[in-house]
């Protein structure tokens, strides 16, 4: 297994469009977490996933913002009408149930 | 109070010193800590983690944790440039049972030749 892997690395799009992510996480972790960190700032929780279950999302989140985990594999971060504030990284990590996160290169976004 | 509070930096020290990276926090985080390395425009590397009051060690890394004071420490011995980074201190929330890190804003550390 070679780690958390996130696609793409890097995307530019226009305000009000629509952009998915990916992350597949390490295979025998069932924790998935998205985290969004912009300069100078620790990254900021986003969501949770145990398994394929959603079980917890920031109230700091828009509807804008939606994630999936089928069959607790890969999963997506979509932002629909993209903002300029939501320019940023955003980052995936993997956990077992006990020990600390090993992250993905994580995506970076710019709305323009 | 934040849960989560580090000093931002920059903290310069000459390469060979001891660097000495500071984290405070509230009592709405448990008592298990991780320590990431954040090279930039990279994503962060888990270096360390801590659970019990006291101090780790892992090479030239020592994890502190005094839990009487609140404050979590990370001390690098014999500091090399490419220690030169952002490190990020990271409890678990202690009102999750998710495993939800909560970061604080990172100190920037410079180890100058």
């Known amino acids: 297994d070679t780690g958390v892997s996130q696609d793409p690395r890097h995307k530019i799009t226009k305000r009000g469009q629509n952009v998915t992510f990916r992350c597949d996480p390490i295979s025998e972790h069932n924790r998935l977490y998205w985290y969004r960190q912009t300069l100078g700032q620790g990254p900021e929780f986003l969501t949770y996933?145990?398994?394929?279950?959603?079980?917890?999302k920031s109230r700091l989140l828009s509807d804008r913002f939606s994630a999936e985990r089928p069959k607790g594999s890969f999963s997506t971060l979509e932002i629909q009408r993209t903002e300029q504030g939501d320019s940023a990284m955003y980052l995936c990590?993997?956990?077992?149930?006990?020990?600390?996160?090993?992250f993905g290169s994580g995506t970076r976004l710019t709305v323009v | 109070q934040k849960e989560v509070e580090q000093n931002s930096g920059p903290l310069s020290v000459p390469e060979g010193a001891i660097a000495s990276l500071n984290c405070t926090y509230s009592?709405?985080?448990?008592?298990?800590f991780f320590w990431y390395r954040q090279y930039s425009g990279k994503s962060p590397e888990l270096i360390m983690s801590i659970y019990s009051n006291g101090d780790k060690e892992d090479g030239r890394f020592t994890a502190q944790l005094n839990k009487a004071s609140q404050y979590v420490s990370l001390l690098i011995r014999d500091s090399q440039p490419s220690d030169s980074a952002t490190y990020l201190c990271a409890p678990i929330l202690g009102s999750s049972n998710t495993g939800k890190l909560i970061f604080g804003q990172g100190t920037t550390l410079q180890v100058k030749p």
């Open positions: 009592d709405r985080v448990s008592q298990s």
């Open positions: 990590a993997s956990s077992p149930i006990q020990g600390g996160y090993t």
């Open positions: 996933f145990q398994n394929e279950a959603q079980l917890e």
